[in-house]
């Protein structure tokens, strides 16, 4: 079914990779179970935090047995760092080097080319990956009979214990004390739905990833949603689940070092929620963030209750005081993001969208295919 729908419409796939993932066992198993998924017409491996050129030649080597139709995307190359100075120089936002920043270049060089209608992301440290997974992402993008712009993958987060802490802890129980705080609201609604917001794997239209704005930092699923939700209907959104039980790498909580691990992608998030409100006209100001960490740490406190008992029913393991000291963490973050959007209500990590990026270099697509293309010829 799928590749028959994909003769007509055509497919590419983002994969988003640092030198460390490149290397890692998963990426592996990526490549090989993508050799036979033909429903995809072009993939783009975008090579980031990766100065070294031995980095990018072993990523073009584990690629080459994808065939012609996969190509490696150095964002650290000099030819594509000149195209970002180009873009800056010109007043483009280009936010700071990051997964945000390689999603969106990957955007402009499958851009070039107008028979790609559909493009698909997903991370790179998936363990169990299975090419099933992409299907199940793309199809209903694809097949004639539906008309989707976007689609959001969402599965369950769980080995012999209960992952994703910050989704669980943080996302959820911050969009429920929103509405308690701010009253009903069709964006928090919206994003209150996705069964897992924060997953790293999506699929939208040409045209809707030519329209977005997307962060350049951890606020990027977030924010793409928040995009999604502002440039098209949501009956032209929709959620898949890729399967039943998803494993990947863990990020540290980082509790004594806020920029980092968990307690850096917390505050990126928060941010970007803030200023998304803010840009649908809710007014903020200081006693604002007091009431609402209070409202956020109450409502997390009773999801732990929740998932502590989720933990039992299934035999799983659960450290209810690490749990608790997530939480507190969280709240703590709520209040250093709020202080950072006070102090700078508008000024985010958002990169312009290609469609600014186009009015000004209409070429930028085919300069970074090009760019693609000479990396290739001189260092593979």
Request: some cysteine.
């Amino acid at each position: 079914m799928l590749d028959a729908a994909a003769a007509q419409r055509k497919l590419g796939l983002i994969l988003p990779v640092t030198a460390g993932d490149m290397r890692a066992e998963p990426f592996d198993r990526i490549v090989q179970e993508l050799k036979d998924a033909r429903f995809v017409d072009q993939i783009v491996v975008v090579m980031g935090v990766a100065p070294d050129a031995g980095d990018y030649r072993d990523a073009v080597q584990k690629v080459s047995v994808l065939g012609e139709r996969a190509r490696v995307l150095w964002t650290d190359g000099a030819r594509v760092q000149q195209i970002y100075s180009e873009f800056t120089e010109a007043g483009m936002n280009l936010g700071t080097p990051g997964k945000g920043r390689s999603v969106w270049t990957a955007f402009g060089y499958l851009l070039a080319d107008p028979r790609v209608e559909v493009f698909a992301l997903h991370d790179c440290d998936i363990r169990n990956y299975e090419r099933s997974m992409l299907a199940r992402l793309c199809l209903p993008m694809m097949h004639p009979a539906l008309d989707f712009a976007f689609c959001k993958a969402y599965y369950a987060r769980f080995t012999d214990r209960l992952h994703g802490r910050v989704c669980r802890l943080l996302v959820t129980p911050l969009l429920r004390s929103l509405t308690v705080t701010l009253g009903d609201s069709h964006l928090l609604r919206y994003l209150d739905s996705f069964r897992y917001p924060l997953s790293g794997e999506f699929a939208v239209t040409a045209q809707l990833a030519r329209s977005n704005r997307i962060p350049s930092n951890w606020g990027l699923e977030v924010g793409t949603l928040a995009e999604v939700f502002r440039n098209t209907s949501i009956k032209r959104v929709c959620q898949v689940e890729l399967c039943q039980q998803y494993e990947h790498k863990h990020q540290s909580l980082s509790l004594d070092d806020p920029g980092k691990g968990l307690m850096k992608m917390a505050t990126d998030i928060l941010t970007t929620v803030f200023r998304t409100l803010a840009a649908m006209g809710t007014v903020f100001n200081d006693g604002f963030f007091v009431t609402l960490r209070s409202a956020y740490l109450r409502a997390a406190q009773d999801a732990i209750r929740q998932f502590h008992s989720d933990a039992i029913v299934n035999g799983l393991k659960f450290d209810r005081h690490d749990e608790e000291g997530a939480v507190e963490g969280f709240a703590r973050q709520v209040t250093v993001a709020g202080e950072m959007f006070l102090e700078d209500p508008v000024e985010g990590h958002e990169i312009s969208n290609w469609s600014r990026v186009l009015a000004v270099f209409p070429d930028a697509p085919e300069r970074i295919r090009t760019a693609v293309a000479e990396d290739s010829s001189e260092f593979a």
